[in-house]
């Protein structure tokens, strides 16, 4: 048994649901590969609009129209290699017609978005600003794109916007479709490139020390424990006002809600609070950027370990108790009955992928030891980066340091909807049998788990690892007389629900 402790949950982003793909397919199929975007944008806040021009480099990879997602997109002008083109919009697309093997894409444009791009104005709220959020599949909403995250490409843009403001998007980098950004309004900038906050006119210094000073640490600490250093060359966090959740990592310059950095400091818990969002979107620039989920049935491969790296770093400054009690409170809201991959592309939309995501983690790390788990990590982050990733290429990479089959381990807890349960009893006799019993029926298939117990007597501590492969196990361990305590799982790596 472990002890309770506050629980700080990650107040993160969750998609917005997703139209289910109707051929039940995992990801959509690409006519070309997407090479790069050129965005030239320009607001007009006074009318909730933009227009702009999306120039796309495409190679061909198979036969077909070029298709992109789009809604309610109005097109001026569409160019192939600079000759007009023809084109219709189809439905949420605008497909063009691409003689031979690609070549650059240009359609001119305008938008009134009903989503994906959104309008801040004096009254409601404290100054005008506008601001994007592209996850799930929102950016089309404000420019015709490529929306599953099956295709990386390198991005560049220009936003222009009423005189006074002052603009950001994310150019330079290579990403997909969801992790583009804008956002423009009356900022105050603070820091260097590397740790700046986009802040409201006259936020407190406090405040933007809140969110900056811990993110060098926190840049060093990923770093090291993934074995790639930062890779985006500045790092910026904009802060704006009713954000749609507590912050969206989009590549190099996450977006945050103002009251991160505006909201009165109570100290405590609600500082944490804050540092663990800033850390989880931090950790995101490696995974959900760096190395991203090929489809969104896979999120966990980006949710999963931005929360458990937030974890980590917590684990860092409040010591190993920390890590004990997030997992706890990892396991008890990740019981919900969903596998963590979801059938199809359009994913699981729940807290799984976060709690469960991060918990499954958390197992393979008391498996498979500190050493070997962090070695796996740094082979799967360097050889993925820049790249997209399916949970595959996360097991091969533990079986490679580990010299462990894994199958077994991401099929039930990647695949299963439940969870296991367990009962576990003891007694003393003149030595400690610990009795641990798995519930099997239709709906709980028999889990193989390693089982962990610790028994302490004074200053004696004997404790005992062993597996559960069908119903029940008991462990012997010897004391010289009754054990003060008994604690099943001390290192808190099982996913499971337990009854004492
Ligand atoms: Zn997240």
Request: net charge negative; no cysteine; aromatic share 10%.
């Amino acid at each position: 048994m472990l002890s309770l402790l506050p629980l700080v949950l990650p107040l993160a982003l969750s998609a917005a649901p997703l139209a289910p793909d109707a051929r039940g397919a995992v990801a959509p199929d690409r006519t070309f590969d997407m090479e790069r975007l050129h965005l030239d944008v320009v607001l007009h806040p006074e009318t909730r609009s933009v227009s702009g021009t999306a120039t796309w480099a495409v190679r061909r990879l198979s036969p077909g129209p070029l298709v992109l997602n789009q809604v309610g997109l109005v097109f001026e002008e569409v160019t192939v290699a600079g000759e007009l083109a023809i084109w219709r919009v189809e439905g949420d697309t605008v497909v063009v017609e691409v003689p031979g093997n690609g070549g650059d894409v240009a359609l001119r444009y305008r938008a009134t978005p009903r989503d994906g791009l959104h309008f801040r104005e004096v009254g409601p709220d404290g100054y005008a600003e506008v601001w994007s959020q592209g996850e799930g599949e929102d950016n089309r909403y404000w420019f015709p794109g490529w929306d599953a995250p099956n295709d990386r490409f390198l991005y560049t843009g220009s936003v222009s916007a009423p005189p006074g403001w002052k603009t950001i998007t994310n150019s330079g980098h290579d990403m997909v479709g969801y992790l583009v950004m804008l956002a423009a309004g009356p900022y105050e900038v603070h820091g260097d490139p590397m740790n700046e906050v986009w802040a409201a006119p006259g936020t407190s210094p406090e405040g933007v020390s809140r969110v900056r000073e811990r993110v060098p640490g926190m840049m060093a600490h990923f770093g090291a424990r993934t074995g790639v250093p930062y890779p985006w060359g500045s790092y910026r966090q904009v802060f704006v006002q009713r954000f749609l959740y507590s912050g969206m990592e989009n590549t190099s310059a996450t977006i945050e809600d103002r009251w991160l950095v505006s909201g009165p400091s109570t100290g405590g818990t609600r500082r944490l609070g804050t540092e663990s969002v800033v850390a989880h979107e931090l950790a995101h620039q490696w995974y959900g950027d760096l190395l991203t989920s090929r489809t969104w049935r896979e999120l966990w491969l980006n949710e999963g370990f931005a929360t458990f790296f937030a974890d980590d770093w917590q684990e860092t400054l409040e010591g190993p108790e920390f890590a004990a009690a997030a997992a706890l409170g990892r396991f008890r809201s990740s019981l919900a009955q969903e596998p963590l991959v979801g059938r199809f592309h359009n994913g699981v939309e729940n807290r799984n992928v976060y709690q469960k995501g991060a918990s499954v983690l958390q197992m393979l790390r008391v498996m498979l030891s500190e050493e070997t788990f962090w070695s796996g990590i740094r082979t799967y982050t360097t050889r993925h980066q820049r790249g997209l990733v399916e949970t595959d290429d996360l097991r091969r990479a533990m079986e490679e340091v580990s010299g462990q089959e894994l199958g077994w381990f991401f099929q039930q807890w990647t695949e299963l909807a439940t969870v296991p349960k367990l009962t576990v009893s003891h007694r003393w006799d003149g030595q400690l049998r610990v009795s641990v019993t798995q519930a099997v029926d239709a709906d709980h298939p028999a889990y193989t788990l390693p089982i962990e117990v610790e028994a302490v007597r004074g200053e004696e501590r004997v404790s005992q690892t062993a597996w559960l492969t069908g119903g029940r196990v008991e462990l012997v361990l010897p004391l010289a007389g009754a054990p003060d305590f008994v604690a099943f799982d001390p290192r808190a790596g099982l996913l499971a629900a337990v009854k004492q």
